[in-house]
T-cell receptor
């Protein structure tokens, strides 16, 4: 079974709709992240969470919100989707408590979101 | 703002050839990682380097961290079609809890 899962894997929605992307992990990691990937722009950080009560904005948080419902679950919401939010979205985890301080991240399989 | 520049952006080679991709920055990183991403999947961690001048080998892949910890390279010997994918480097700065990603090198190995 995959350590980091994302649902749905594909989603097509219309402008103005609210949607939620969900991420679950069984790795026992404390830190979780949401990224979007666009051709030519690479991976960009949307939000990150160090634990259930610690949520932080990333590079491109406008138009997005997140919820860390439990250590293992981190969801991303688009309150009112717009076409330029069409992208690949990835959830990732890392284990700060390991002490390695290298911030190695483990990614889910991604959600392909299309906003019409 | 820390930036990582990867080159080349695209690379298409024949099976059996050798290749090197580069990851460069003007900033110092405390560690640097290489990931490979296949179509329809998330990036998968290949290696982490933390010491200036460090060289790590993973089968036919050789990773090097620059002496000044500002750059890194990935060398593939005798490339195979299974090496096809997007190679991403990512750096972590001292005291930073975030990764800075390069935009990637898209490698195609033709049988």
């Amino acid at each position: 079974d995959a350590d980091v899962t994302q649902t749905p894997r594909n989603r097509i929605t219309k402008t103005g709709k609210r949607i939620m992307l969900e991420c679950s992990q069984t790795k026992g990691h404390d830190r979780m992240y949401w990224y979007r990937q666009d051709p030519g722009l690479g991976l960009r950080l949307i939000y990150y969470s160090f634990d259930v009560k610690d949520i932080n904005k990333g590079e491109i948080s406008d138009g997005y919100s997140v919820s860390r419902q439990a250590q293992a679950k981190f969801s991303l919401s688009l309150e009112s989707a717009i076409p330029n939010q069409t992208a690949l979205y990835f959830c990732a985890t890392s284990d700060f408590r390991s002490g390695r301080m290298t911030n190695e991240q483990f990614f889910g399989p991604g959600t392909r979101l299309t906003v019409l | 703002t820390q930036l990582l520049e990867q080159s080349p952006q695209f690379l298409s080679i024949q099976e059996g050839e050798n290749l090197t991709v580069y990851c460069n920055s003007s900033s110092v990183f405390s560690s640097l990682q290489w990931y490979r991403q296949e179509p329809g999947e998330g990036p998968v961690l290949l290696v982490t380097v933390v010491t200036g001048g460090e060289v790590k080998k993973l089968k036919r892949l050789t990773f090097q961290f620059g002496d000044a910890r500002k750059d890194s390279s990935l060398h593939i010997t005798a490339a195979q079609p299974g090496d096809t994918g997007l190679y991403l480097c990512a750096g972590s700065g001292a005291g930073s809890y975030q990764l800075t990603f390069g935009k990637g090198t898209k490698l195609s190995v033709i049988p």
